[in-house]
């Protein structure tokens, strides 16, 4: 498709396990963001990629929270040892650059349930 | 410390009249303001986007205004619709390539 694909689309999962989640940009968008949505409250910037390189992963809520990306195109946001408070909707956004001019271009999200 | 507000009260307004949200920011020097509207169960969509030295921007029905002296931006959507009913996000740079965004205002347009 032409937008930005994120899978699985809810996930649920028992506390302790890890999880993964996966994010396919527009094509030709070299930067790619995370970002975690909870109930009734703004986007919290997660981590940012330029190309392959994450600039600026100060977003990262604690070290069980891990991100790659491949080839310049697909990213997965790993967290180990699920805790309850992970509970969010994840959304990944792909933009042409980094420019602050540049729109993000969104995915549905990830809606992940730990219980 | 940096901070973006927008009402956190949902707006409520008649099919046809004009809906106003408001955007502000403390601590920030951006050169550019960004809206999305967000569907339920939807990420965001990118409407306009704002330059500093642009007072107004229209597309359609919608007009965005940045005043960087009040440090806010007020959107407007004319002739509203039952259809404009979401959720609207104002967004900012901050340090670096960051995208900050407001906590969003809820608009819903009865019929």
């Known amino acids: 498709g032409a937008g930005v694909s994120q899978s699985p689309s809810n996930k649920v999962t028992e506390k302790g396990k890890d999880v993964e989640l996966r994010c396919d940009p527009i094509?030709?968008?070299?930067?790619l963001y995370w970002y975690r949505q909870s109930l009734g409250q703004g986007l919290e910037f997660l981590i940012y990629?330029?190309?392959?390189?994450?600039?600026?992963k100060s977003g990262l809520p604690s070290d069980r929270f891990s991100a790659e990306r491949t080839g310049g195109s697909v990213s997965t946001l790993t967290i180990q040892r699920t805790q309850q408070e992970d509970s969010a909707v994840y959304l990944c956004?792909?933009?042409?650059?980094?420019?602050?001019?540049?729109?993000?271009?969104f995915g549905d999200g990830t809606r992940l349930s730990i219980l | 410390s940096q901070k973006i507000e927008q009402n956190s009260e949902a707006l409520n307004i008649q099919e046809g009249k004009t809906a106003t949200l408001t955007c502000n920011y403390t601590?920030?020097?951006?050169?550019?303001l960004q809206w999305y509207r967000q569907d339920p169960g939807r990420g965001p969509v990118f409407l306009l986007l704002?330059?500093?030295?642009?007072k107004e921007k229209r597309k359609e029905r919608l007009k965005v205004t940045f005043d960087t002296t009040l440090k806010q931006s007020l959107f407007h959507i004319t002739a509203s619709q039952p259809a404009d009913s979401a959720t609207y996000l104002c967004?900012?740079?901050?340090?670096?390539?960051?995208?900050?965004f407001g906590a969003g205002t809820i608009l819903r347009v009865k019929s």
């Open positions: 956004a792909s933009s042409l650059g980094t420019d602050s001019n540049q729109p993000q271009h």
């Open positions: 094509s030709g968008h070299t930067a």
């Open positions: 990629f330029q190309g392959n390189s994450a600039p600026d």
């Open positions: 601590n920030y020097s951006p050169a550019y």
């Open positions: 704002i330059r500093e030295n642009e």
């Open positions: 967004a900012l740079r901050r340090d670096g390539n960051k995208l900050v």
